[in-house]
């Protein structure tokens, strides 16, 4: 019964259709077609209350942590959202006791810049449940479940390890003996970097990695990981490879402290390209560092806007990467954000 009256010709349709009618229809549709194309973007426009968005962030454990906090921060205030700020200081289990409070506390979404990759399900699940979309800064997750965030917001972890070993490589002309600094166990940028560091390396077979630990990605704890290194393999020791810009210059401090000279007698190359390492290449101590943005607040919040109003997102966005060497760090520094 359904069928056949769909498929007869409809009475009103047909008797409508008149001069008058069109003006009206496309008068009608003159004013809803702008909104209807940009429906989500209309509904942001007439949110009257200004968005809450909580943000739980790792910590404070190196300076590209500490940009990214006030890149966060302070694009929300130039938005007028309110801001709910947590430090887990390094600790998986504060972010999963943040993340909660702001479901509680009813956010409209949240920004979680994970410690590590794993463990996230049953949380993520209660903000899908409360619709408060999760959007993923700088390190990305594994869940079996996509839809459990809106999306991801990061560099390639991976291509810039692989950018640090092509250029190590290159530095050495394929022979050598490496130590890396890792960084935090079982966070995404340690376990990629490292990986696209290996497969970087993989066509040097003169190139290899004589030791590899994890210094937190902290400054402290990447030279007294150096110094044990340095205790252990002494002069055998031609590069550090250390994830990030920290734990080099940490590294930097022990090498000089044994009495051996960082940008020449041992190569060192990291990643990040924070102030800091601009300022040890200019030293001639760091010889080589692989940017990773930490700028990210302009597109966490465009996405928090767009996943609040309903819009779909990509799964990732990479945020591009490049390399900076000695040789230019001094043209380059004075225009460093960070
Ligand atoms: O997730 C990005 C990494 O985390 C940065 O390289 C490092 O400095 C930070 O702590």
């Excluded at 200004?50 to 962030?57: D, E, I, R």
């Excluded at 966070?187 to 630990?213: H, M, N, T, V, Y």
Aim: proline share 5%.
């Amino acid at each position: 019964m359904n069928r056949m009256k769909s498929n007869a010709p409809h009475p009103t349709v047909r008797t409508t259709l008149t001069p008058g009618f069109l003006g009206t229809l496309s008068l009608t549709l003159a004013l809803l077609l702008p909104l209807m194309l940009t429906a989500p973007a209309a509904r942001a426009a007439a949110r009257t209350k200004p968005l809450t968005v909580g943000f739980a962030q790792v910590g404070a454990e190196s300076a590209w942590r500490t940009a990214e906090t006030e890149s966060i921060k302070g694009e929300a205030s130039k938005r007028g959202i309110t801001l709910k700020f947590s430090d887990a200081q390094g600790k998986q289990e504060n972010q999963i006791k943040a993340v909660r409070g702001f479901i509680a506390q009813g956010v409209d979404a949240i920004i979680l810049a994970p410690v590590v990759e794993t463990g996230w399900e049953p949380v993520l699940r209660d903000a899908k449940r409360a619709r408060i979309p999760v959007v993923l800064v700088d390190r990305g997750i594994k869940v079996s479940d996509d839809s459990l965030f809106a999306t991801l917001i990061a560099s390639d972890f991976i291509a810039e390890g692989r950018m640090a070993a092509e250029w190590l490589s290159r530095k050495l002309n394929g022979k050598g003996n490496i130590v890396e600094l890792q960084g935090t166990p079982g966070a995404a940028p340690a376990i990629d970097r490292k990986k696209g560091f290996e497969a970087g390396i993989a066509s040097a077979p003169g190139l290899k990695i004589i030791a590899s630990q994890s210094g937190d990605f902290r400054r402290a704890t990447g030279k007294e990981v150096m110094e044990a290194l340095l205790k252990k393999h002494g002069t055998e020791i031609q590069a550090v490879y250390a994830h990030n810009d920290d734990m080099a210059i940490g590294a930097i401090q022990a090498i000089e402290e044994s009495g051996r000279k960082p940008g020449s007698e041992v190569v060192v190359v990291s990643i990040d390209g924070v102030r800091g390492a601009f300022e040890s290449m200019v030293a001639g101590k760091l010889n080589c560092t692989v940017e990773c943005n930490p700028l990210l607040g302009p597109l966490a919040y465009d996405a928090v806007e767009k996943a609040v109003a309903g819009e779909k997102l990509p799964r990732k966005t990479v945020v591009p990467d490049r390399v900076y060497e000695q040789s230019t760090a001094r043209a380059s520094i004075g225009s460093r954000q960070y």
